[in-house]
C-alpha cells in the first residue's frame, strides 16, 4: 500500500501535466476566436476527433467554422459547449450522422378557411343528397307537409354549425410543433376520438332542432334548385380549397408534411 502512493501520486501528476499541455495546445489553435477555456478544450477535442475520423479538409474546416460561431453566440447568453453539443464524441457522431430534419406542416390550416370550407361542403352534400332524394321519392319535398331539415334555412344553419365545428376540431387535432422538443406531434388518439364525438353529438343536436323550424322561415325549393346548388357550391369549395391550399380539414383530410 505505502508503495502505490508514490505510483498515484506520479500518475496524477502526470495526468494533471497532460490537461495542462491539452488547454495549452487547445488555446493556441482557438484562442483567436475569444472562446471561454472550456469551449477551446472543446474545440480542441473536436479537432482531434474529427482528424481521427479522417474527415475531408473543407468539409472540416465548415464545421470548425459553424461550430466556433454557435460557440460564440451561446457565450453571450452563458450557454457551454456541452450544453449545446454536448460532448465531443456526441457532437462528431452527430455532425458525421446527421438526423433526419422533422417534417414541417404545410399549408393554410386558418380557422376562418377551415370553417368556411367544411360549411360550403356540408351545404352542398345536404343540398344535393335532398335533390337527389326528391328524384327517387317525389313526394319526400312536398309543399303541402312541413319541411322540416330539407327547408333552406335548416341546411344553411346546420352548414354553418358544422363548418364552424369541424373547423375548430381540425384546427386543434392538426400537427404542431411542440416547444420544447421542436419536433412535431400529434395529440393523443382518444383525445382526438373524444373531439370528434363530442362535435358529432352537438352538431346531430343543431341538425335535430332545425327540423322544427315553421315553413315561413324555412322555405323549400324544386329539387333541380337543390341539385345545381349542391354542384354549384361543391365546384366553389374545390377552387377555395386550391386557392388557399386549405388542409387538414373532415374533408381534405392531413396537411401535406414536408421533409
Known amino acids: 500500500m505505502v508503495s502505490e502512493q ?30 471561454t477555456r472550456k469551449n477551446e478544450e472543446f474545440m480542441y477535442q473536436l479537432n482531434k476527433q474529427l482528424d ?48 433526419k430534419k422533422e417534417p414541417t406542416v404545410q399549408g393554410n390550416n386558418n380557422f376562418g378557411l377551415l370553417a368556411l370550407d367544411n360549411g360550403m361542403m356540408f351545404f352542398a352534400i345536404f343540398s344535393f343528397m335532398f335533390g337527389l332524394i326528391s328524384f ?22 346546420v352548414a354553418i354549425a358544422g363548418g364552424l365545428l369541424f373547423g375548430y376540431i381540425a384546427k386543434i387535432m392538426a400537427p404542431y ?27 346531430i343536436g343543431i341538425y335535430t332542432v332545425t327540423a322544427f323550424l315553421p315553413n315561413s322561415i324555412n322555405p323549400q325549393t ?19 380549397r386550391t386557392r388557399f391550399n386549405i388542409v387538414n380539414n373532415v374533408f381534405a383530410g392531413q396537411p401535406r408534411t414536408k421533409k
Open 6 to 35: 508514490p505510483r498515484n501520486a506520479a500518475a496524477g501528476q502526470r495526468q494533471k501535466q497532460y490537461i495542462k499541455e491539452n488547454n495549452k495546445e487547445a488555446g493556441k489553435l482557438f484562442s483567436e476566436y475569444g472562446l
Open 52 to 99: 481521427a475520423k479522417k474527415v475531408a479538409a473543407d468539409k472540416k474546416k465548415t464545421w470548425i467554422n459553424e461550430t466556433v460561431a454557435k460557440l460564440q453566440e451561446g457565450q453571450k447568453k452563458g450557454q457551454t459547449a456541452k450544453a449545446l453539443f454536448g460532448t465531443p464524441t456526441t457532437y462528431v457522431d452527430e455532425l458525421l450522422n446527421p438526423k
Open 136 to 157: 327517387i321519392n317525389p313526394n319526400s319535398l312536398s309543399q303541402n307537409g312541413h319541411y322540416g331539415s330539407s327547408g333552406l334555412t335548416a341546411i344553411l344553419i
Open 177 to 203: 410543433k411542440n416547444k420544447k422538443t421542436g419536433k412535431v406531434v400529434q395529440r393523443s388518439l382518444w383525445m382526438r376520438i373524444g373531439m370528434i364525438v363530442v362535435a358529432f353529438a352537438i352538431w
Open 222 to 240: 324544386n329539387k333541380w334548385v337543390y341539385i345545381i346548388l349542391g354542384i354549384v357550391i361543391f365546384g366553389a369549395d374545390l377552387y377555395l
